[in-house]
């Protein structure tokens, strides 16, 4: 693709997100400065999969933002694996503009903890990167209120990274493609879990796994580590 075509594209991709989601000019302000960020940051360091980088604001930021209605007032959050920010930058925007909360991104590749700060610095947002790995940082966090992971792992090694604060009252909210329901299944194996299926905003074959309380059936295997 040309960068003619590209930047075609990704105007397109800008409208469609424009007119499918209402946000303050203040918040698409944020998200065109996100979305600049991330196109000079990807040149260096693989943030994204280089087919998704002109739907940025549908593939990603759409995808992100849908989690925020699914848990009303919640204000805390950690975001596990956050790399390119998906989607836990984006609730930050969102907390920005409602004025409260805050989010901890947890990532253990150094260049994207790098990135991570340089978009929490200039847009000035509630937010903590902690560089390290997961099983590492998320003992040493308050619990919050939700917890979230996006294009990481598969459900059942989410739940051994989020245990931790799922087990003390955090929401668990993953989204998730065409294999969700496998990956409960999967997952049922080795979890109790409450669990429920939101339909994706972003594609008909995708959703996002709720969970609300999880508990170990029995030990299994520890997963490898992020």
């Given at each position: 693709m040309t960068e003619q075509a590209f930047e075609a594209s990704l105007a397109k991709d800008r409208s469609a997100f424009v007119a499918t989601v209402d946000v303050s000019r203040e918040t698409l302000a944020r998200l065109d400065r996100y979305a600049a960020l991330l196109l000079q940051w990807q040149r260096a360091i693989n943030l994204v999969g280089p087919a998704t980088l002109d739907a940025v604001w549908t593939r990603h930021f759409l995808d992100s933002m849908q989690l925020r209605a699914l848990v009303g007032t919640a204000t805390t959050f950690v975001d596990l694996?956050?790399?390119?920010?998906?989607?836990g930058?984006?609730?930050?925007?969102?907390?920005?503009e409602e004025g409260r909360g805050h989010v901890n991104l947890v990532e253990s590749h150094a260049k994207k903890t790098a990135f991570l700060h340089a978009v929490v610095r200039d847009?000035?947002?509630?937010?903590?990167?902690?560089?390290?790995?997961?099983?590492?940082?998320?003992?040493?966090?308050?619990?919050?209120?939700?917890?979230?992971?996006?294009a990481l792992a598969p459900l059942e090694q989410l739940?051994?990274?989020?245990?931790?604060?799922?087990?003390?009252?955090?929401?668990?909210?993953?989204?998730?493609?065409?294999?969700?329901y496998k990956e409960i299944d999967d997952a049922a194996r080795f979890w109790q879990i409450d669990v429920q299926v939101h339909p994706s905003r972003v594609a008909a074959d995708s959703g996002v796994i709720e969970i609300r309380s999880v508990s170990r059936r029995h030990t299994g295997t520890a997963g490898p580590s992020r």
């Open positions: 694996g956050s790399g390119a920010g998906f989607p930058l984006v609730l930050a925007v969102m907390l920005k847009l000035a947002l509630p937010a903590t990167v902690h560089t390290g790995r997961i099983e590492a940082v998320v003992p040493r966090l308050a619990p919050p209120e939700v917890v979230t992971a996006r739940l051994r990274w989020s245990e931790p604060l799922l087990i003390n009252g955090a929401i668990g909210l993953f989204p998730k493609g065409r294999e969700l």
